[in-house]
């Protein structure tokens, strides 16, 4: 019993240890390093104009991204578990590739589709429409990281709750749409609130793809993840990491949002 | 099982011209195909706009292979020590209890959840120039290897804890009984379990370890021939307005990634069966 304690003791130790050198400590360390000069300085550095713009901008690119991608989730979804039309396949199987794409080469993708000498750089110029430097490109950059995070939450769950209580529906006299606001949508809504956490928070802190497309111009196309960056290479230390803690706090926040939702979210562990 | 969980033959449906969540599907198609394929066909294109010659000149300079390489041997790297790490964090959050446990174990999805330029920086403030703790690792390979460790940190934890909590504790208190100690135990009746598990973690964690840039770029220096990933590379060569030796690295970026995804389907299909 003795020798099991001392097991148990030391094997907790080494992965508590390996989890504070590698995670908790530097986490910890940004934010003790952030609010040590005190509450005012921080305030000041979240609320500069640039910091104020970059925060809405962040806000509305995902607001955008997410509501569409969740949309396309629960479509593809119900397209995926409950539709017997072949292809069904190559979708579910192309639906990860966002998540196997390096941020980079996606940047790159849109500048070679919509930039100058893109697929479609032409058409657009002569339209007066810019897409890449400007806010369209990241909108098109974050619509494409955040792609797969609701499909991947809802068809789990759909396969799970099966699709008895849809087909008792039915027979009850009840229509397509009916049948999905009134029995598909209240079992799967956990499911998609649990991917849109997902999605939001990988939208709110997308880097790669959108410092290429963004063009980074102060006031207009600069996210808050590009802010801290800037800040971090233009030697504004305490300026970058009041943006970080600002995103680590969003992070936290996901965090609690994901545990709090995540015994909700399929029905065998309600 | 209860009364309602037992399979009901479904009432045959009235056949329809086309099928069921056809229309849906295509939706689907076309929304993934003008978000992701396109821009994908893209690059593909662009990397072969001078024919096959040029992609391959583009691919093997000499700072472009230096960078797939490292690259390649960094995240394989993290992968090994994340998967060891991974087992015994995902081995203390299932078989131990302390307090805090349950807050612990929501953190660990922490890297996933924070923007990795922050991962970056918080990693530059413990083993950066202005380290509390005296280790300096900016701007080198270290420094390279541990900004991958810390994204791809939850790959392995999350894909052993489910097994690991649903594993039958009666095969370990029998092997146990019969004599074996912890240590045998755990190798022969606990590992082969958790095989296919890990693996596709630390395939997963090399996927994402393969790409990554946010943590990476502030912490790496950016050094050819060094501490440049193929990630970084690609970056700069955009910046410079080389579009054609990005793509045709991107590609090959692409193509590893890819791979590694075929490959954790088939293990997902591997895991299985085995269970079964």
């Given at each position: 019993?003795?020798?099991?304690?001392?097991?148990?003791?030391?094997?907790?130790?080494?992965?508590?240890?390996?989890?504070?050198?590698?995670?908790?400590?530097?986490?910890?360390?940004?934010?003790?390093?952030?609010?040590?000069?005190?509450?005012?300085?921080?305030?000041?550095?979240?609320?500069?104009?640039?910091?104020?713009?970059?925060?809405?901008?962040?806000?509305?690119?995902?607001?955008?991204?997410?509501?569409?991608?969740?949309?396309?989730?629960?479509?593809?979804?119900?397209?995926?578990?409950?539709?017997?039309?072949?292809?069904?396949?190559?979708?579910?199987?192309?639906?990860?590739?966002?998540?196997?794409?390096?941020?980079?080469?996606?940047?790159?993708?849109?500048?070679?589709?919509?930039?100058?000498?893109?697929?479609?750089?032409?058409?657009?110029?002569?339209?007066?429409?810019?897409?890449?430097?400007?806010?369209?490109?990241?909108?098109?950059?974050?619509?494409?990281?955040?792609?797969?995070?609701?499909?991947?939450?809802?068809?789990?769950?759909?396969?799970?709750?099966?699709?008895?209580?849809?087909?008792?529906?039915?027979?009850?006299?009840?229509?397509?749409?009916?049948?999905?606001?009134?029995?598909?949508?209240?079992?799967?809504?956990?499911?998609?609130?649990?991917?849109?956490?997902?999605?939001?928070?990988?939208?709110?802190?997308?880097?790669?793809?959108?410092?290429?497309?963004?063009?980074?111009?102060?006031?207009?196309?600069?996210?808050?993840?590009?802010?801290?960056?800037?800040?971090?290479?233009?030697?504004?230390?305490?300026?970058?990491?009041?943006?970080?803690?600002?995103?680590?706090?969003?992070?936290?926040?996901?965090?609690?949002?994901?545990?709090?939702?995540?015994?909700?979210?399929?029905?065998?562990?309600? | 099982?209860?009364?309602?969980?037992?399979?009901?033959?479904?009432?045959?449906?009235?056949?329809?011209?086309?099928?069921?969540?056809?229309?849906?599907l295509g939706v689907s198609t076309l929304w993934l195909s003008l978000i992701v394929l396109l821009p994908l066909a893209a690059v593909a294109a662009r990397s072969l706009d001078g024919g096959l010659g040029d992609f391959w000149a583009s691919v093997t300079?000499?700072?472009?292979?230096?960078?797939?390489?490292?690259?390649?041997?960094?995240?394989?790297?993290?992968?090994?020590?994340?998967?060891?790490?991974?087992?015994?964090?995902?081995?203390?959050?299932?078989?131990?209890?302390?307090?805090?446990?349950?807050?612990?174990?929501?953190?660990?999805?922490?890297?996933?959840?924070?923007?990795?330029?922050?991962?970056?920086?918080?990693?530059?403030?413990?083993?950066?120039?202005?380290?509390?703790?005296?280790?300096?690792?900016?701007?080198?390979?270290?420094?390279?290897?541990?900004?991958?460790?810390?994204?791809?940190?939850?790959?392995?934890?999350?894909?052993?804890?489910?097994?690991?909590?649903?594993?039958?504790?009666?095969?370990?208190?029998?092997?146990?009984?019969?004599?074996?100690?912890?240590?045998?135990?755990?190798?022969?009746?606990?590992?082969?379990?958790?095989?296919?598990?890990?693996?596709?973690?630390?395939?997963?964690?090399?996927?994402?370890?393969?790409?990554?840039?946010?943590?990476?770029?502030?912490?790496?220096?950016?050094?050819?021939?060094?501490?440049?990933?193929?990630?970084?590379?690609?970056?700069?060569?955009?910046?410079?307005?080389?579009?054609?030796?990005?793509?045709?690295?991107?590609?090959?970026?692409?193509?590893?990634?890819?791979?590694?995804?075929?490959?954790?389907?088939?293990?997902?299909?591997?895991?299985?069966?085995?269970?079964?």
């Amino acid at each position: 019993m003795r020798a099991e304690t001392v097991h148990r003791l030391a094997l907790r130790a080494l992965a508590l240890g390996y989890l504070g050198v590698l995670l908790l400590i530097p986490v910890g360390l940004v934010f003790w390093r952030t609010f040590e000069p005190g509450l005012g300085a921080v305030w000041d550095a979240v609320t500069t104009p640039a910091a104020i713009s970059a925060f809405w901008l962040t806000i509305a690119v995902a607001l955008i991204a997410v509501p569409l991608n969740a949309l396309f989730g629960v479509v593809a979804a119900l397209a995926l578990v409950r539709g017997r039309a072949p292809g069904r396949r190559v979708l579910d199987a192309l639906i990860d590739l966002p998540f196997a794409v390096s941020p980079v080469v996606i940047g790159l993708s849109l500048v070679l589709l919509y930039g100058r000498d893109g697929w479609f750089g032409g058409w657009l110029a002569e339209r007066g429409i810019q897409v890449i430097f400007s806010v369209p490109g990241i909108v098109l950059a974050t619509i494409f990281v955040s792609v797969p995070f609701v499909v991947r939450e809802v068809a789990p769950v759909l396969r799970e709750v099966g699709d008895e209580q849809e087909q008792a529906a039915a027979t009850l006299g009840a229509g397509a749409w009916q049948t999905f606001r009134r029995v598909t949508l209240p079992s799967i809504r956990w499911g998609i609130a649990y991917g849109v956490v997902l999605a939001t928070a990988r939208a709110i802190g997308e880097f790669g793809a959108v410092s290429i497309v963004s063009g980074k111009i102060a006031g207009e196309t600069e996210t808050l993840t590009l802010l801290v960056e800037k800040r971090f290479t233009n030697f504004d230390v305490a300026g970058a990491y009041a943006a970080s803690a600002l995103l680590a706090l969003i992070g936290l926040a996901t965090l609690l949002a994901m545990s709090l939702l995540s015994s909700r979210r399929s029905p065998s562990t309600r | 099982m209860s009364v309602a969980e037992l399979p009901i033959r479904a009432p045959r449906r009235r056949r329809l011209s086309t099928p069921p969540g056809a229309l849906g599907l295509g939706v689907s198609t076309l929304w993934l195909s003008l978000i992701v394929l396109l821009p994908l066909a893209a690059v593909a294109a662009r990397s072969l706009d001078g024919g096959l010659g040029d992609f391959w000149a583009s691919v093997t300079t000499r700072q472009a292979v230096d960078a797939l390489r490292f690259t390649v041997v960094v995240s394989l790297v993290a992968a090994a020590l994340n998967t060891a790490g991974g087992l015994l964090v995902a081995w203390v959050l299932v078989r131990d209890d302390f307090r805090g446990k349950r807050v612990l174990n929501a953190l660990i999805d922490l890297p996933f959840a924070l923007p990795t330029i922050v991962a970056g920086i918080t990693l530059l403030a413990l083993y950066g120039k202005d380290s509390p703790v005296g280790i300096d690792v900016a701007f080198t390979q270290v420094a390279v290897l541990l900004a991958l460790m810390f994204v791809t940190l939850p790959f392995v934890v999350r894909a052993v804890q489910p097994v690991l909590m649903e594993l039958d504790r009666e095969m370990e208190e029998a092997s146990a009984s019969l004599g074996a100690t912890p240590g045998v135990t755990f190798r022969r009746i606990v590992f082969p379990n958790l095989v296919p598990a890990l693996l596709s973690g630390a395939a997963l964690a090399f996927a994402r370890a393969v790409g990554e840039f946010g943590s990476v770029v502030l912490l790496s220096g950016n050094i050819p021939f060094d501490t440049q990933v193929a990630a970084v590379y690609i970056f700069k060569q955009v910046e410079s307005d080389n579009a054609d030796g990005a793509a045709a690295v991107a590609v090959v970026l692409l193509a590893i990634s890819l791979l590694v995804l075929v490959a954790i389907r088939g293990l997902g299909r591997w895991g299985a069966r085995h269970e079964g």
